[in-house]
């Protein structure tokens, strides 16, 4: 009988790479017995102090820890059980989390079990979840996506879920649960350990930073995981068009990037490839500019290309662009709390034309004028179905498309006018989910695994309610700092669904920021110059100056590149 080759269960490259040992820093690696947490000073939220303090009467005003050497055998005397939930948007890097969870609690206790809850949060209220074994690990480590147990976007904020959630845990007897999301997430773990201690349970929420988008972070939370390898996987196709581009030399490429509320992703692809003109979308905000300011703004870096000849380029575009122009703030807000107000009478309407008459006729005279006066397709985008956090969705609004014809009417008047005697042929693309599940970089790898085994240190040592924080990220990952930050810290008080709720804040993008004012010094040149950067797929293996590589954006907020 002929011999067959056996089908592998994964590429050569996933084998090799679940073969790869994450770099853990120099405090964790005796484990969790060999260390203890060091208080620091009391902390208070970043905004709306009495409001917040009011809410969270039982976890507010904590001190940041930090783990320092020191004997801690109690910690791995009684064997405790572990639940993980992944929330919301998948991120590289999440199945790092879960074993650094595994590693950390085995390694203090190997009789400790880790399960994981399938779904999502939703998966906590309906009592679904697996137990994650070392065995079963194996083929996961340094892996992108979150299929070992897939997310959702459940958010448990009623005081029926959160009941129902309480009871789920105590009856199933999980000493530590551990929410790996985003703000919203982040906030949910922080109302779910308020809960829990208002009601007398002993049962520790840890939270995890995760968001592509960069915007969960302050100086103790250096980066949320993910951010690295995805603006590195965006800037390798962005790269290849701006190749593309400058080959071809007759088209203007419109990309528009993932990042719902901050623009740190379009602002780090710009510093890896030097397009002719990125938007980001903070500046817009803080100029005040108008729809109509942009188009300008864009048509003149146009002409002025083509009649150096350049009848092409590239432009980038933040996903979330159209929510930072203020008279399009302004009507987003309006629409979110009308649409939740007339949430019912909505539901009974057909389609979307008779929503949309029923809307304009609610809002106010300037807005309804503005919200007519826009393109039908985007107009109508605006009046989809909100996300379960009552946000607009804004990766379904073309907003590329929007400019793109806004630009078109604009560049035909200058034509007229003889201001513009170029061509203007345009390609959009849109790239979001091409960067949320791809194989982590090495970065990513070595900063997941430490949150997670981190995690499992702060949950051991009863540290609810606080954030996993591994910082001074810079260095080498043997010298990274590791602890923990409350997260009532970094919550403030905004208007959700037309209610006053907490939140994390966001981290936008800083315009007295290195980030920032490193690109203001060098745009003018790009948009008149062909200064493309190509750089190229993730290296995994190869030399560390490649393969260690870190964002710009890290390395210029903590001051390791000018």
């Known amino acids: ?103 950390g609690l085995k390694k203090a206790n190997a009789k400790n079990k880790l399960y994981g809850f399938l779904g999502g949060p939703s998966g906590i209220l309906e009592a679904k979840w697996k137990e994650i074994t070392p065995k079963l690990m194996e083929a996961y480590r340094n892996t992108g996506g979150f299929d070992l147990i897939q997310s959702g976007r459940t958010k448990i904020e009623t005081e029926e879920q959160l009941a129902q959630a309480l009871e789920t845990l105590k009856k199933n007897k999980v000493d530590a649960l551990v929410i790996v999301g985003g703000d919203d997430s982040n906030t949910n773990a922080g109302v779910l350990a308020e809960y829990f201690k208002q009601n007398g349970s002993n049962i520790n929420v840890i939270g995890v930073p995760k968001t592509i988008d960069g915007d969960l972070k302050n100086d103790k939370i250096e980066t949320s995981f993910g951010f690295d390898t995805a603006t590195k996987i965006y800037a390798e196709l962005v790269g290849n068009i701006c190749r593309d581009v400058n080959s071809a030399q007759k088209y203007w490429h419109f990309v528009r990037l993932m990042g719902r509320s901050a623009s740190h992703i379009t602002l780090e692809v710009a510093h890896k490839t030097h397009p002719n003109i990125t938007l980001v979308g903070e500046e817009v905000l803080a100029k005040k500019m108008t729809l109509k300011q942009i188009i300008d703004y864009l048509a003149g870096i146009i002409a002025a290309r083509a009649k150096d000849g350049k009848n092409f380029g590239v432009v980038l575009v933040p996903e979330g662009l159209i929510e930072f122009i203020p008279e399009m703030k302004a009507l987003i807000a309006a629409l979110n709390d009308l649409l939740a107000e007339h949430e019912a009478e909505l539901s009974k309407m057909n389609g979307i034309t008779e929503k949309k008459e029923f809307i304009i006729s609610k809002l106010p005279a300037k807005l309804a004028a503005l919200m007519k006066s826009l393109p039908a397709g985007i107009a109508s985008q605006l009046m989809l179905d909100r996300d379960p956090h009552g946000n607009v969705q804004v990766s379904l609004i073309e907003t590329e498309k929007l400019l793109i014809e806004m630009l078109r009417t604009k560049l035909a008047d200058m034509k007229k006018a003889k201001k513009f005697s170029g061509k203007f042929n345009s390609i959009t693309h849109f790239f979001g989910y091409e960067g949320r599940c791809g194989a982590p970089s090495t970065f990513d790898a070595n900063y997941t695994y430490a949150l997670g085994f981190n995690a499992a240190v702060l949950a051991l040592n009863g540290c609810s309610g606080y954030l996993s924080s591994v910082r001074k990220l810079t260095r080498k990952p043997q010298s990274w700092e590791c602890g923990g930050v409350p997260l009532t810290m970094m919550m403030n008080i905004e208007r959700r669904k037309g209610k006053e709720k907490p939140v994390i804040r966001k981290a936008l993008v800083e315009l007295n920021g290195e980030p920032f004012k490193q690109f203001a010094k060098k745009r003018d040149l790009w948009a008149k110059t062909e200064s493309y950067f190509f750089p190229g797929p993730i290296q995994l293996f190869g030399p560390a100056e490649v393969t260690d590589m870190i964002t710009c954006t890290l390395a210029f907020e903590r001051g390791s590149k000018k």
């Not at 994964?10 to 790479?17: A, E």
């Not at 060091?38 to 039982?58: E, R």
């Not at 064997?79 to 919301?88: N, P, Q, R």
């Open 1 to 103: 009988m002929a011999k067959t080759n056996k089908t592998p269960t994964c590429s050569v490259l996933q084998q090799h790479r679940c073969k790869f040992k994450p770099v853990l820093p120099e405090i964790l690696k005796k484990g969790a017995c060999f260390v203890k947490p060091k208080a620091g000073k009391a902390t208070q939220s970043v905004a709306d102090q009495a409001s917040v303090k009011k809410i969270f009467p039982n976890t507010y005003g904590m001190p940041e820890i930090t783990f320092v050497k020191g004997a801690n055998p109690a910690i791995g005397k009684k064997a405790i059980k572990m639940a993980v939930v992944l929330s919301g948007g998948q991120a590289p890097g999440g199945h790092n989390v879960i074993a650094g969870l595994l590693d």
